[in-house]
Nanobody, 122 residues
């Protein structure tokens, strides 16, 4: 079975940091493009970052460049999203999605996880 499970969300003060994890099972995530998405109430889902298969490259949304870092640990079959300098505008449900055509970050993404809540508030 193909499955993605996110973890690491929580409540953090502005300026704080969180590290989200996307654990994949049933497939080797290093051969997929894996994207982090977020959706806040009343807003459309937006892509935050995406890492392509193998050494295919990394994309970031302009709003998170310089603050967020995506990475993968192939041995653990896990993709991470390190989030620094968080602001209230980063509050959203964060989900990871996987695309078997690993050389693109545009989707469509065939597999997704249930998401993890990130709340940035003082």
């Amino acid at each position: 079975q193909l499955q993605l499970v996110e973890s690491g969300g929580g409540l953090v003060q502005p300026g704080g940091s969180l590290r989200l994890s996307c654990a994949a099972s049933g497939f080797a995530a290093e051969y997929y493009a894996v994207g982090w998405f977020r959706q806040a109430p009343g807003k459309e889902r937006e892509v935050v970052s995406c890492i392509k298969s193998l050494n295919g490259g990394i994309d970031y949304a302009d709003s998170v460049k310089g603050r967020f870092t995506i990475s993968r640990d192939s041995a653990k079959n896990t993709v991470y999203l390190q989030m620094n300098s968080l602001t209230p505008e980063d509050t959203a449900v964060y989900s990871c999605l996987a695309d078997p055509k690993g050389d693109r970050c545009t989707g469509p993404y065939d597999y997704w996880g249930p998401g993890t809540q990130v709340t940035v508030s003082s």
